[in-house]
């Protein structure tokens, strides 16, 4: 007896053999058919209990009659019925062989018979006895069965089935006769000797006698296999269009296509996609060899040991393969190893061929994978733990997943590409490298959103007049080609207005007309369009060491100033650009040398594992443990502040250590209204290089300070200043004055008598231009100390 099974089952004779062909089991009823005890028989060959001939025990089930060897010498002639039990993780190979013992029926079958009533019914019923025994079956379940009935009556439900289902149907059978209250209970199940599994309801009852004490269990089964692969196709459709293409990614998509076949479908699947050629187009006909990349596959055995292709590889499948005959021929194909559909491709690759025979894989089905009129690759399914071949009906259900998938891939493939467009672009359109400056150190990191289209967020650094640099950052609403495009428009638009030396509200100001002129570009039939960004905008001067910033719906930046902590800078909000007709306002922070300054996009403070304020917490922790590299401090706060995946958005980040410029490298001269003292001035300015030891630059300077000095006495408003700066690289000249009128450069005649000033100071010096301020205007040239030396 045993807890699963609390009967004698001496009725029974039973023997376990191993795949060796040694003996692992024997139980009591063996020994009183042939008198061996356990001790006897256990652990030696099978064979020696046969007295003539050894069964060939092949498949899943034998049966047949042998003579057995007794223990006391006599032969005995027993038929016997075998089930083979694979091999799993936990329990090795073996054959369970049982026949029933003589005289084990109890007494009569034929009132059990009679009070089940079903002996002409066509639903295929068995009834077993207080002991769970076999004790009459009718024709239709006899079929279903494959076995004649005297020779397995006797037998309980486990020992004629002698599958892990048959086992189960037992439990149940057992808890039916313990509570006396029906039971349904629905299976898939082969039985006999048949080559496919049917689904089975399998209803089980009590068997009353006429004092209504239960004798035994009525099983009555019923084949609904149609409806329950058809019940089974729909699910495994319906899962597939919820699990393939949960992401833009080409190879997650094929490996989603690969782990819903398995094992509803298929025991290994391998997903094999084209290479597009290079104008980014796949190939429209094959000719084999064809070369394929493996994308994914998946199996029903941990390691995927059916894959000879890894990841990423790209093989050549020669005509014979199953890869190559689907995409030639432009449908599904099914190859069967037993008809010789498969010799050629394995005998063509023997590392295959000995990976096909060492895992017994029987069947392929390979699928071209197409979508929109064009072939993306191939899914080829295998099997080789479930014995049944593919039929058209699996061919019917995978090329319906096939199909769906298809179409993820392809729409993963398009973005992919557009991504990989737009990431060029806006690369292209972002400085590769950042200019140095006297008036900051800086670093930059741009990272494109890791599932999402490309962005528009964007950077830049650009150097002013007098030593001044402006940095901007900004984030254009949308991804993808569009925004990359709108943000490389709306880059050059703010470096051409930092070049006229705007402030920074006036400068968002032009900037935002030309956000609401591209939405209106951008629109169809009367409608606006979507164009919309945020920006942000700063000018610093080492001079005075102050900084000037306005902007417009993005985040204010965070300053870190020396042995102080890291807080964000309070800033007039802004609307965002595109909105028109709003004003923007401007504010004015005083810096030390050495504050740092960090300019960044929403994607690196936003998330959504965190609200806005922790990110922004988080970012001035990282800030605050600066390291003299901005580089590493970049690369600190990125690490800090995104996820190990990726952000869900764009992101960049700008960073900015101050420098200040010592009083020792400004000079400044208030002059008179009076041109007879310009030479004087001259004398001053030559003067002030000798200090500073730029002689060589005396010539130069001399006639740009003559030139300017002199326009503004005669065209300017006074006050009147002169003021000379330089660093270890540029010396720059500025003239200011309280007129609003700008110079401009024309060209002289040959017989007049001016018109040449501004023409030989453009020609003299590395730059030169103009800029408004609150009181007036201001005339500069740039000399390159580099080139004077």
């Not at 089974?232 to 998509?253: C, F, K, P, W, Y």
């Not at 030639?328 to 069967?336: E, F, P, Q, R």
Request: proline share 7%; charged share 25%.
């Amino acid at each position: 007896m045993s807890p699963e099974y609390p009967f004698d089952e001496a009725a029974t004779a039973r023997a376990v053999v191993d795949d060796s062909g040694a003996l692992i089991g024997w139980n009591e009823g063996a020994r009183t058919l042939l008198g061996w005890t356990p001790a006897d028989v256990l652990g030696r060959p099978a064979t020696e209990l046969l007295a003539d001939g050894t069964p060939d025990f092949t498949g899943t089930r034998w049966d047949g009659t042998v003579t057995l060897r007794h223990r006391d010498g006599r032969a005995v002639r027993v038929w016997l019925l075998a089930h083979r039990f694979p091999a799993r993780a936990d329990d090795p190979g073996h054959w369970l062989v049982v026949t029933p013992l003589a005289g084990a029926d109890p007494g009569s079958s034929d009132a059990l018979l009679a009070a089940a009533g079903l002996v002409q019914s066509p639903c295929a019923v068995a009834v077993y006895d207080e002991r769970l025994r076999l004790r009459r079956i009718n024709d239709a379940m006899r079929e279903v069965i494959g076995l004649p009935e005297e020779r397995i009556r006797g037998l309980r439900l486990a020992e004629i089935g002698g599958g892990p289902q048959s086992t189960e149907l037992e439990q149940h059978m057992l808890r039916v006769l313990t509570s006396g209250r029906p039971q349904d209970v629905q299976t898939y199940i082969r039985s006999g000797g048949e080559s496919q599994a049917h689904a089975w309801l399998a209803r089980m009852a009590p068997v009353t006698d006429a004092d209504g004490r239960i004798r035994g269990v009525c099983l009555s089964a019923h084949d609904f296999t149609e409806n329950y692969l058809a019940r089974e196709r729909l699910q495994l459709v319906n899962e597939a269009s919820v699990r393939i293409g949960s992401t833009l990614d080409v190879i997650r998509t094929a490996q989603e296509l690969a782990e819903v076949c398995v094992p509803a479908l298929a025991d290994f699947v391998s997903v094999d996609l084209l290479d597009p050629r290079d104008g980014g187009e796949l190939p429209s006909r094959f000719s084999p060899p064809v070369g394929l990349r493996r994308a994914a596959h998946h199996s029903v055995n941990r390691g995927n040991p059916e894959a000879v292709a890894k990841p990423g590889e790209v093989q050549q499948y020669p005509t014979g393969s199953p890869q190559a005959d689907s995409l030639v021929a432009g449908h599904t194909i099914i190859g069967s190893l037993a008809g010789g559909g498969l010799d050629a491709w394995l005998a063509w690759d023997p590392a295959r061929g000995a990976r096909v025979r060492e895992l017994g894989i029987h069947s392929t089905m390979s699928v071209p994978i197409q979508a929109r009129g064009m072939t993306l690759g191939v899914a080829v399914l295998t099997r080789f733990r479930r014995p049944d071949p593919f039929t058209p009906d699996d061919v019917l259900l995978a090329e319906e997943i096939t199909a769906r998938a298809a179409v993820c891939i392809d729409n993963a493939r398009r973005f992919s590409r557009e991504r990989e467009t737009a990431l060029a672009l806006q690369r292209s359109l972002l400085p590769r490298t950042l200019p140095r400056t006297a008036a900051v150190d800086a670093a930059s990191r741009y990272l494109p959103a890791a599932r999402a289209g490309v962005g528009g967020d964007w950077f830049d650094v650009i150097p002013l007049s007098g030593m001044r640099v402006a940095m901007v950052v900004g984030d254009v609403i949308g991804h993808g080609i569009q925004a990359s495009a709108t943000m490389g428009r709306l880059r050059t638009a703010v470096r051409t207005l930092a070049d006229i030396d705007l402030a920074p509200d006036e400068l968002l100001t032009h900037l935002d007309d030309l956000v609401v002129r591209l939405s209106e570009e951008a629109g169809a039939e009367g409608n606006p369009g979507e164009v919309g960004a945020s920006c942000l905008y700063a000018v610093y001067d080492p001079v005075s060491r102050r900084c000037t910033l306005a902007r417009a719906g993005h985040p204010p930046p965070v300053v870190l100033r020396p042995n102080g902590p890291a807080r964000r800078v309070e800033l007039p909000a802004g609307p965002a650009l595109g909105v028109g007709g709003l004003p923007f306002e401007s504010a004015e922070l005083e810096l030390a040398e050495g504050s740092v300054l960090a300019f960044y996009t929403d994607g690196l403070i936003e998330s959504r594992e965190r609200e806005v304020d922790s990110g922004l917490r988080l970012l001035n922790e990282t800030l605050a443990a600066y390291s003299d590299s901005l580089d590493e401090t970049c690369d600190r706060i990125l690490h800090a502040l995104l996820p190990p995946g990726g952000a869900a958005d764009d992101v960049a980040l700008l960073l900015a250590r101050t420098r200040g410029l010592p009083a020792s490298q400004v000079a400044t001269w208030d002059i008179p209204a009076d041109p007879s003292l310009v030479a004087p001035i001259r004398k001053q300015a030559v003067d002030q290089l000798s200090r500073w030891g730029l002689s060589e630059a005396s010539f130069t300077t001399e006639l740009v300070v003559s030139e300017l000095v002199t326009n503004a006495i005669r065209y300017g408003a006074h006050p009147i200043r002169l003021r000379l700066i330089h660093d270890a690289t540029t010396l720059i000249c500025e003239v200011s004055d309280t007129s609003h009128t700008a110079p401009h450069l024309r060209r002289a005649k040959t017989w007049d008598e001016g018109g040449r000033g501004l023409l030989l100071v453009a020609q003299l010096t590395q730059r030169w231009g103009s800029r408004h301020t609150p009181e007036g205007k201001t005339i500069w040239a740039e000399l390159s100390l580099l080139d004077e030396e």
